[in-house]
T-cell receptor, first 117, second 106 residues
């Protein structure tokens, strides 16, 4: 079975340019997460979806970041315009259930490494 | 502020048992998840739970606000970053530590 797929794996852009990341979760997984991981830090949640509904986007900088999960499957995370400080790894993860009592395993993708010049 | 704490680095020798400690200040979290991460690859779950548990060479101790990951018979290939994560009870919101880099000496 395929794991969580993310693309692109690497992206280099100049500041003020837009960028988009794509995630395909494991088939049948209702919950999808986007995380930001800065160098030397752990993943920090940006947004969590249960099916197509964004149930937690409190940490998403909404002035420049947006996300969507059409049809409750694939998801896209966009940054417009990108800033130097956005250089990081963007991880996508999915889990089987919704409100699973904090016991559901998250399966991660390999991430997209963004470099903003 | 809800946080998860773990050491930035731990060193071990091959064949030894290494312990990576984690504690948290998340009031409504009762489980620990331990992930293995090789840079550039997807983080992988090693062991999880709200009680001591074992998965192969990986043991997890459990206290209400702390846990240790014990790796038995450490190998050079175990050199990676290990993350401790704590989910909020009844919510799929996880707080991650900053990761512990394991260095293994031959």
């Amino acid at each position: 079975e395929a794991g969580v797929v993310q693309s692109p794996r690497y992206k280099i852009i100049e500041k003020k340019q837009p960028v988009a990341f794509w995630c395909n979760p494991i088939s049948g997984h209702n919950t999808l997460y986007w995380y930001l991981q800065n160098l030397g830090q752990g993943p920090e949640l940006l947004i969590r979806y249960e099916n197509e509904e964004a149930v937690d986007d409190s940490q998403l900088p909404k002035d420049r970041f947006s996300a969507e999960r059409l049809k409750g499957v694939d998801s896209t995370l966009k940054i417009q315009p990108a800033e130097l400080g956005d250089s990081a790894v963007y991880l996508c993860a999915s889990s089987l259930e919704g409100a699973g009592g904090g016991r559901d395993e998250q399966f991660f993708g390999p991430g997209t490494r963004l470099t903003v010049l | 502020k809800d946080q998860v704490f773990q050491p930035s680095t731990v060193a071990s020798s091959e064949g030894a048992v290494v312990e990576i400690f984690c504690n948290h200040s998340v009031s409504n979290a009762y489980n620990f998840f331990w992930y293995l991460h090789f840079p550039g690859c997807a983080p992988r779950l090693l062991v999880k739970g709200s009680k001591p548990s074992q998965q192969g060479r990986y043991n997890m101790t459990y206290e209400r606000f702390s846990s240790s990951l014990l790796i038995l018979q450490v190998r050079e290939a175990d050199a990676a970053v290990y993350y401790c994560a704590c989910p909020l009870y009844n919510f799929n919101k996880f707080y991650f530590g900053s990761g512990t880099k394991l260095n293994v000496k031959p």
